[in-house]
């Protein structure tokens, strides 16, 4: 395939895939509107999932799947009913969460989205995330930009972690097996930055970094579906997504740093670093 093939064909992937999100949003905001939509558990009390999780999934793998035959899947919901491991191939794979943020969606916080990322030969190309409730589209595909509603967005200028306001995850503190490691890690990062903020959803965190409400964001532990839509936008929009240690960031263990200049998340993984030789907390 050429370039120009290329391009043109994966255009096309996100033209689509932009109308379907935009065909999903009512259909989650009817969930939204609801005092508190129906839920059940997953894998623990804090792994929530709703009915109009399950309806999103299934409405864009079928419009995804009818228009484009090719392509592969991964996502939340069907991964977890199956219980199978994700597996990225280089054939092109949609990587779908169809409500990040659930607990906010069930408590009628507004701080959600729908996140659909598409990577071909491992590599992210098309990202797209989608907040029904105050109606922000923050969209991109390889090459061409990052936008807000069809406007050009981009990262923030800032370079050093003191005047950074940093995006944290402190809900990962919920999990025994990597609990000392997110405590330790938000207070080196907090205790050094101008200011921290916990949104409830990785792929609203990282489009604030994209249009440069946030300076960076640092977060593991998570799924590739939380990251996928986020991380191209932030790059199109010119800032990084790194390893949280430094160097390329995988897809399938999506360990990030996402930061608006080098500098900055040099600064971001030096910090890391000193919190995880901490065996006390001082600070």
């Not at 409830?200 to 409400?213: E, K, P």
């Not at 390893?243 to 998340?265: R, Y």
């Amino acid at each position: 395939m050429s370039d120009i093939s290329e391009k043109q064909t994966i255009h096309n992937y996100y033209n689509v895939a932009l109308e379907l999100v935009m065909k999903c949003g009512p259909i989650a905001f009817e969930g939204y509107e609801k005092a508190e939509a129906d839920f059940q558990t997953k894998s623990a009390f804090y792994d929530l999932v709703t009915i109009y999780d399950k309806k999103v999934e299934d409405l864009l793998i079928e419009g995804l799947q009818k228009a484009f035959p090719e392509t592969k899947f991964i996502g939340e919901e069907n991964t977890a009913e199956d219980k199978s491991e994700p597996v990225l191939t280089d054939a092109p794979t949609w990587i779908i969460d169809p409500i990040d943020g659930t607990t906010n969606f069930i408590r009628r916080f507004p701080n959600w989205c729908i996140s659909v990322g598409l990577a071909i030969r491992k590599e992210l190309v098309v990202g797209i995330v989608y907040l029904p409730v105050v109606n922000e589209m923050y969209s991109a595909w390889k090459g061409h930009g990052a936008y807000l509603n069809g406007q050009p967005i981009s990262v923030s200028k800032c370079t050093n972690i003191n005047s950074a306001v940093v995006g944290t995850e402190m809900s990962l503190i919920q999990r025994p097996a990597v609990r000392d490691k997110h405590v330790k890690r938000l207070c080196k990062l907090a205790s050094n930055c101008s200011g921290c903020r916990s949104i409830g959803s990785a792929a609203v965190t990282l489009c604030y970094v994209a249009r440069g409400s946030l300076d960076c964001f640092a977060v593991e532990d998570l799924q590739p579906w939380d990251i996928a839509g986020g991380a191209l936008i932030i790059r199109e929009a010119g800032g990084l997504v790194c390893h949280s240690k430094g160097g390329e960031f995988s897809i399938l263990k999506p360990d990030c740093i996402a930061a608006a200049t080098p500098e900055l998340a040099k600064d971001m993984i030096e910090l890391i670093n000193e919190a995880d030789q901490l065996t006390e907390f001082t600070f």
